[in-house]
């Protein structure tokens, strides 16, 4: 097993070289603004796109850098661009649930935001229809952590794109963000199903990216150290694909000889997918959260669930110096015009709310420590 990680090791700084982005002079409340930020932009820029091959985003826009309005659902309602979708929906009640908190928390803690701020409105406008069946089973009163077993779906996306403040309120505790997953994560997934193995992996990144002196490898390193072996083999089989990838036109023609299922339903929203995708993403751009969101966008497929994935990632390394004002304020307004959110806050509010959360329980355990140091 040492062999193995020793050899694991080697290939990173070998593949990685010329992709170590350290942190060093990034503070911690601009990773936390980088993380959710890149989050929710990557998201934005993405859906418009979502589910269309590569080779038609580039036909009609070239390199898209940019929002557009769109429509989700056939439901009428054309969103302003900028616009966030239904995994950041899920991503802002576990968020509301850490800043109430000041703490991490758990599937019963988010089970009660979950009643409280859904909008009954909400239903077909801003989330997937399997979870407003989740929402009337989590009404019933039975456990939080036996919601996800009835959702049909346990290798999705769902949770892995979604649970960066889970990673967040365990900043530099990898071990614990990844508990934190397999705890919450149940609202939406069975217990240790494939698609939790793989929010571990987002969680976890997130985590480590937020160690002091962090880099684009030592993110690397932390999840091949902390998550699954079976999740591990596939990535280090996609990092070792695109090993020599330049950028995501080098990407993208790699992994559509990996990746192109159809005919299930979200047959590009599997959580090894994306995830894989996403770290190679965020490999290939050496951690800059605008560039992972802009590969991301222009990848195909799952475009909205990928930026989200690998800008939180980035951004959560390298903060959000990088991503542009003009798409802050935007996302910004496209929120304080979306009525069926379940939060109007900023960005910045979102981030400096999880980072308070996180200063708080900190404060705990440095207070906790001092008084069992003197027993």
């Known amino acids: 097993m040492l062999g193995a990680m020793v ?15 350290p942190a060093a002079g990034i503070g911690l409340r601009d990773k936390f603004f980088g993380a959710i930020a890149g989050c929710h932009i990557g998201s934005a820029m993405g859906a418009p796109v979502e589910g269309w ?23 009428g309602w054309r969103r302003e661009p900028g616009t966030t979708e239904d995994g950041v929906e899920r991503q802002k009640l576990m968020i509301t649930a850490i800043i109430e908190k000041k703490d991490r928390v758990n599937a019963e803690d988010v089970r ?24 009337a089973m989590a009404r019933s009163g039975i456990p939080a952590r036996d919601l996800g077993k009835y959702c049909d779906y346990a290798g999705l996306v769902s949770m892995a794109r979604s649970c960066h403040p889970i990673g ?3 900043a530099g505790d990898v071990a614990a963000a990844i508990e934190d997953v397999f705890e919450v994560g149940q609202l939406y997934q069975t217990s240790n199903s494939r698609g939790l193995q793989w929010a571990a992996v987002t969680a976890g990144a997130i985590a480590a990216a937020t160690e002091p002196g962090a880099t684009v490898d030592s993110v690397l390193e932390a999840v091949f150290k902390h998550c ?25 023609q790699a992994f559509d000889k990996v990746y192109y299922g159809a005919g299930i ?11 894989t995708k996403a770290l190679c993403v965020f490999r290939t751009v050496r951690g800059d959260v605008r560039e992972a969101v802009i590969a991301s966008v222009n990848m195909g497929r799952d475009t909205d669930c990928l930026a989200a994935v690998a800008a939180g990632i980035a951004g959560a390394l390298s903060g959000g110096a990088g991503l542009p004002g003009e798409w802050i304020r935007q996302c910004d307004y496209a929120t304080s015009l979306n009525r069926y959110t379940n939060s109007q806050r900023t960005l910045r509010q979102h981030s400096d709310g999880l980072y308070e959360a996180f200063r708080a329980r900190l404060a705990r355990l440095k207070a ?6 003197s027993a």
């Open 7 to 21: 050899d694991r090791r080697s290939f990173l700084k070998t593949a990685g070289a010329a992709a170590v982005l």
């Open 53 to 75: 091959p590569w080779e038609r985003i580039q036909r009609e826009y070239g390199t898209l850098d940019r929002f557009l309005p769109y429509e989700h659902y056939r439901n």
């Open 112 to 135: 009660r935001i979950w009643l409280r701020d859904i909008k009954p409105e909400s239903a077909g406008m801003v989330s997937e229809p399997f979870e407003a069946v989740l929402l």
């Open 168 to 170: 967040l309120i365990n």
């Open 228 to 252: 699954d072996r079976r999740v591990t083999a596939e990535i280090e089989r996609g990092l070792k694909l695109t090993e020599g990838a330049k950028d995501f036109h080098d990407l993208r």
């Open 265 to 275: 339903p979200y047959a590009a929203s599997y959580a090894n997918e994306v995830v």
């Open 368 to 373: 906790y420590a001092e008084k069992m140091e």
